[in-house]
């Protein structure tokens, strides 16, 4: 019950700036709140996309109803959390170069929502290949923006 109220929350925390006008500046009152929520919808996203893993290496037996529950969340989730890496958000596990070079995060930003797009449709077509081709690129995308973007 614990746990499903922390996701409640965690979901209501990450649609409020969704439902408020105005620049993402606007939308937090403190750098902080704006650190916690791209923090929060990450760690949601992340959450649900891991648990496809387990299935794309074959350990786990095939859903394709789960595995579409689980990529519609990553899908809806991954469009959340760029509006809070605004001016003057800086810092938690973001490195510089979030805002340096600001071009190249979004094209990151872009290639993730591209290699989820193709996810979503290899997750709606019940094809397990094409859900494992398409988990390696989402997961190659990640991987690529950590590099380039995220402290360790």
């Not at 500046?25 to 929060?40: G, L, N």
């Not at 070079?101 to 290899?122: M, N, S, T, W």
């Amino acid at each position: 019950m614990k746990k499903l109220a922390r996701v409640l929350s965690v979901a209501c925390v990450a649609a409020a700036p969704l439902l408020a006008p105005g620049t993402a500046a606007a939308q937090f009152a403190k750098p902080e709140d704006a650190i916690k929520y791209r923090q929060s919808v990450l760690t949601v996203m992340a959450n649900h996309f891991g648990r496809i893993a387990p299935v794309v290496r074959g350990q786990q037996p095939y859903d394709p109803e789960q595995v579409k529950a689980d990529v519609e969340i990553v899908a809806m989730m991954s469009k959340l959390p760029w509006s809070a890496f605004g001016q003057g958000t800086e810092g938690g596990a973001a490195r510089p170069a979030v805002w340096s070079e600001g071009a190249k995060f979004k094209q990151a930003q872009e290639r993730l929502q591209g290699d989820i797009a193709k996810l979503v449709a290899a997750a709606q077509s019940g094809d397990l290949a094409q859900v494992r081709t398409a988990y390696g690129a989402v997961g190659a995308s990640c991987k690529a923006c950590h590099d380039n973007f995220r402290n360790r």
